[in-house]
């Protein structure tokens, strides 16, 4: 029930969006369009959304799964930050990676080369932008692996 439920929903949805969004296609194209297109009056499915919006924010976002989630999810981000800011804190831009006989060297090797090239540029965004590429399940699997928990 839930299932054919969801995939009604997200049918209606996405029709409504882009039945919106051809309706508001000149203002949009123009810069002059600042609203959401599901929430536009001329949305077949505004009370859909509204409603689901309801009734998540009171059934789904305050179950005790989803806030343990979250606060799983917060402390791996933070946790991850802080391991790797290590690695490029006191690295300067262009020189040699650090020893991987240093913390910081083992850390710093764990990054992807490719993030690694944005060392050149900023060492704040080279740790933001490899955190934040992570999936879920990577990002959970390597915190476990360098905290243990």
């Known amino acids: 029930m839930a299932q ?13 969006a882009r039945e919106t ?3 508001r296609y000149e203002r949009i194209m123009s810069a002059e369009y600042d609203e959401e297109l599901l929430v536009d009056q001329e949305c077949e499915a505004k009370r859909l959304v509204k409603a689901c919006k309801k009734f998540s924010a009171k059934n789904l976002y305050t179950h005790s799964d989803i806030l343990k989630l979250e606060i799983r999810g917060r402390r791996v981000i933070h946790d991850l930050m802080d391991l790797f800011w290590e690695a ?18 083992k850390l710093y090797n764990l ?37 243990g928990e």
């Open 21 to 23: 969004f051809m309706k």
């Open 111 to 147: 990054i992807s080369d490719n993030y690694r090239r944005v060392f050149e540029n900023c060492k704040l965004q080279l740790v933001t932008d490899y955190v934040a590429g992570m999936t879920d399940p990577f990002a959970c699997r390597l915190h476990k692996e360098l905290t």
């Open 4 to 16: 054919a439920f969801r995939i009604a929903a997200i049918s209606k949805v996405a029709i409504s």
């Open 88 to 105: 490029v804190e006191h690295q300067e831009a262009g020189s040699l990676p650090p020893s991987t006989k240093e913390y910081s060297g």
